[in-house]
């Protein structure tokens, strides 16, 4: 009897965890699995608020076509950040728990090491996922346990930070590693994601030569899982396919030794199974590229903001409302506001002050001066220690650069603060918001 009002799907009634998905239901049954693992989150997360939403909806059939396709928790599945992880974690065993997230005694909103054997590695700070399962897959191949697989799971917006492309650099010459990046792209952070490696990933989706050698790649895999060739034969022929033609467009990942698939369609949960399976027995590190929505699959998220269905609280599922609570007596402003205004007061009487966050605009206000003056607010992505440094270059400039980060995230750059900017006496103003004890935000 559970003590909570959530039904679960038919089908979803019958998981407890991942091998009851392996064992009980077929391919063509995954989409109707994914349909009441959405159907669930959104039923639970409306009513319960404090915690995200459009992230893990996003990745519904990822994580139905991971656990369909992996040997959880035997292969070690990493995610990154841990936001998007709720389906992950009511496939594995905590369904009748997920109504706690975020609450004081249930269970994390993160993936975490002492809660489940299913959570490899405990996250919440973003770009760990590339290092973490490399660390894995390199342990378990001196081990002598080379059939076991390592998926790090990443969206663009982690992508975007220094310790992702430092895992990166290091995996693709750990040719033995049996890693396989899976890249989330919904071209969102919280807000849009930016940035160089943005726009380079756009290029690759829409390029139509790569949409033509991932046909060909996917027609090879095909033959491959009939057949049933050895892996070596299975690598050499596909890496051939891929010389061809994409490394004249010179592919990122592929330079970086990484054997690249992609892009596919993140929703076809069908499709997703199938090639995850197939990439098991190409060896080596290798990025699956799947393109996603943030918030799909349910109308309001989908079609709305994708920012504010980031973490929206309590909300009507029936007709997308968000619940706003409505304060005992009147609050004082936000931090955040009163910073974004008046960093815009004292930008139009000092023309060398400038702002910048870490891919936090929206929750720092600093979108305030990103719309007023464009060209002096910079959202640099989720790279604390490159915020930090870069303010440093602005400060040596006589510029006065207002560098705004979460508490929080700023641990990531206490050699940036020491090394960069007070060793050298450097002007930057630093300002940090959610200090202190944080509860529901
Ligand atoms: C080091 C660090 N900086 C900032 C954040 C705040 N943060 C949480 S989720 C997120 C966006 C992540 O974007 P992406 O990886 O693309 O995942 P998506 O939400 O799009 O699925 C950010 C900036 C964080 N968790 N860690």
């Keep these: 009897m559970s003590n909570h009002p959530y039904k679960p799907g038919p089908f979803l009634s019958q998981i407890t965890v991942p091998s009851d998905l392996r064992t009980n239901f077929t391919e063509e049954q995954l989409p109707q699995v994914a349909q009441e693992l959405r159907q669930y989150i959104v039923d639970v997360i409306s009513e319960i608020g404090n915690s995200h939403f459009g992230a893990s909806l996003g990745v519904v059939e990822l994580t139905v076509a991971l656990h369909y396709a992996f040997n959880t928790p035997e292969d070690q599945l990493v995610w990154d950040v841990g936001h998007q992880a709720y389906g992950h974690k009511i496939l594995t065993g905590r369904r009748e728990k997920f109504h706690t997230n975020r609450l004081k005694g249930g269970i994390s909103g993160f993936p975490k090491r002492s809660e489940s054997e299913y959570d490899t590695f405990g996250v919440g700070h973003s770009s760990t996922s590339i290092s973490a399962a490399l660390g894995m897959a390199v342990a378990n191949h001196y081990k002598g346990e080379p059939q076991r697989q390592h998926i790090a799971v990443i969206g663009d917006g982690a992508m975007t930070a220094g310790l992702a492309?430092?895992?990166?650099?290091?995996?693709?010459?750990?040719?033995?590693?049996?890693?396989?990046?899976?890249?989330?792209?919904?071209?969102?952070?919280?807000?849009?994601?930016?940035?160089?490696?943005?726009?380079?990933?756009?290029?690759?989706t829409t390029s139509h030569t790569y949409n033509k050698v991932k046909d060909e790649v996917w027609k090879l895999l095909g033959k491959v899982s009939k057949?049933?060739?050895?892996?070596?034969?299975i690598a050499s022929k596909v890496s051939h396919a891929l010389k061809g033609t994409l490394l004249k467009q010179s592919n990122l990942f592929e330079a970086l030794n990484f054997r690249y698939f992609g892009p596919v369609d993140g929703h076809d949960v069908i499709g997703l199974a199938k090639v995850l399976a197939d990439l098991k027995d190409i060896p080596g590190p290798k990025i699956l590229h799947c393109v996603t929505r943030k918030g799909a699959g349910y109308k309001f998220s989908e079609e709305g903001n994708p920012t504010k269905w980031h973490a929206p609280g309590v909300f009507n599922k029936e007709t997308g409302e968000i619940v706003k609570i409505v304060p005992k007596?009147?609050?004082?402003?936000?931090?955040?506001?009163?910073?974004?205004?008046?960093?815009?007061?004292?930008?139009?009487?000092?023309?060398?002050?400038?702002?910048?966050?870490?891919?936090?605009?929206?929750?720092?206000?600093?979108?305030?001066?990103?719309?007023?003056?464009?060209?002096?607010?910079?959202?640099?992505?989720?790279?604390e220690q490159h915020a930090v440094t870069f303010s440093a270059g602005l400060a040596t400039q006589g510029m006065v650069p207002f560098c705004n980060i979460y508490s929080s995230f700023m641990q990531r750059a206490f050699d940036q603060v020491l090394h960069d900017v007070a060793l050298q006496n450097l002007n930057v103003v630093f300002c940090l918001d959610r200090g202190g004890l944080?509860?529901?935000?």
Excluded: W
């Design 165 to 204: 492309f430092e895992g990166l650099n290091h995996a693709g010459f750990e040719k033995d590693a049996n890693l396989l990046v899976i890249l989330n792209d919904n071209c969102m952070s919280i807000d849009p994601n930016v940035g160089a490696l943005k726009e380079y990933l756009t290029d690759i």
């Design 227 to 233: 057949f049933g060739p050895d892996a070596q034969t």
């Design 329 to 383: 007596s009147p609050e004082p402003p936000k931090y955040q506001d009163v910073f974004g205004h008046s960093i815009v007061e004292l930008a139009e009487k000092n023309d060398k002050i400038m702002g910048v966050t870490p891919a936090m605009p929206s929750g720092c206000s600093l979108n305030i001066m990103m719309q007023a003056m464009p060209k002096r607010a910079f959202d640099v992505g989720i790279a």
């Design 438 to 441: 944080v509860g529901a935000s």
